[in-house]
Each structure stands twice: as structure tokens, then as C-alpha cells.
């Protein structure tokens, strides 16, 4: 089994940074693609950003590209997300998500492992 924690949420200005943390434990983390969704009250989940097993490969979502960036540590067994130039409409519930690797990487919440979610508010 693996588990994932994930960390970092909180409440910040528009404008502002932010920067998510998910610690993996249970299994060989580098055998893991792994994902940031996101989901705000009353919407359906969203898929933010995904980064390969070995971290050579990242996808971002367009409405986060140029403002967020997926990274892993595999010695650290942790994926980060780092957030910039916040804005109103980020604010979600973000989710981290770990998928068994298989040669490729998904934009959709079809992965095997999910975290509780961390809370980021964004007000304006």
C-alpha cells in the first residue's frame, strides 16, 4: 500500500506563492508517475499538472502553465508543486496522486493512489 501526505495548503493573497508538498511512504516512490488534481466546491476534479517516475517529463495544465511547476525529489520520496502568481479562481482542494508506472503518464484521475487533499484559498 502506499500513502500519500500531502502538505503547504493554506490561505494566501492574490499575487502571492505557495508551495505544496506530497510525502510518499508504503513503496519504491521512483516506481510512480505521479499528479496534482484540484478541485473546487461544486466543480469536478481537475487534473493541474503530472511528472514522469525518473522526473524528465513534466505536463501542466494550460490554465496553470507559466504559474505552477510539478517537481519530484526521489531521494526525498516527495513530489512538490510550486505555485506562483495565485489567483482567485486556483483556490481548491489539491489533491496529490500516484499511478504505478507503465511507460506512460496520465492527464486524467484515473491513478492508483490519492492523498487527503491540502485546502489553498486564494483571495483577491
Known amino acids: 500500500q502506499v500513502q500519500l501526505v500531502e502538505s503547504g495548503g493554506g490561505l494566501v493573497q492574490a499575487g502571492g506563492s505557495l508551495r505544496l508538498s506530497c510525502a510518499v511512504s508504503?513503496?519504491?516512490?521512483?516506481?510512480?508517475?505521479m499528479a496534482w488534481f484540484r478541485q473546487a466546491p461544486g466543480k469536478e476534479r481537475e487534473f493541474v499538472a503530472c511528472?514522469?517516475?525518473?522526473?524528465?517529463?513534466?505536463y501542466h495544465a494550460d490554465s496553470v502553465k507559466g504559474r505552477f511547476t510539478i517537481s519530484r525529489d526521489n531521494a526525498e520520496n516527495t513530489v512538490y508543486l510550486q505555485m506562483k502568481s495565485l489567483k482567485p479562481e486556483d483556490t481548491a482542494v489539491y489533491y496529490c496522486?500516484?499511478?504505478?508506472?507503465?511507460?506512460?503518464?496520465?492527464?486524467?484521475?484515473?491513478?492508483?493512489?490519492w492523498g487527503q487533499g491540502t485546502q489553498v484559498t486564494v483571495s483577491s
Open positions: 496522486a500516484a499511478k504505478v508506472w507503465t511507460g506512460y503518464i496520465s492527464m486524467k484521475p484515473n491513478y492508483d493512489y
Open positions: 511528472i514522469t517516475w525518473s522526473g524528465g517529463a513534466t
Open positions: 508504503g513503496r519504491t516512490f521512483s516506481n510512480y508517475a
